[in-house]
């Protein structure tokens, strides 16, 4: 599992607005319940990464993967 290891990565960071209308597109496209898809009323924020490059460290005591 990588959940909570540490990583290097090159490339870039960005933050991004998911619109209302875009975030209710995408909950259609996933099977969204219409209660669901309505319960969507603001924008979201949200961090992106673009990586070139990703370098997972070895923790000390673990095998490589």
Do not use: C, R, W, Y
């Not at 870039?12 to 219409?34: L, M, N, R």
């Amino acid at each position: 599992k990588m959940v909570g290891q540490n990583v290097i990565f090159q490339g870039t960071a960005k933050f991004e607005t998911i619109t209302v209308a875009d975030q209710k597109h995408f909950a259609e496209d996933g099977g969204e319940s219409k209660e669901v898809i309505d319960a969507i009323k603001e924008d979201k924020n949200e961090l992106s990464f673009e990586a070139i490059g990703v370098l997972v460290p070895q923790a000390e005591g673990k095998k490589a993967i």
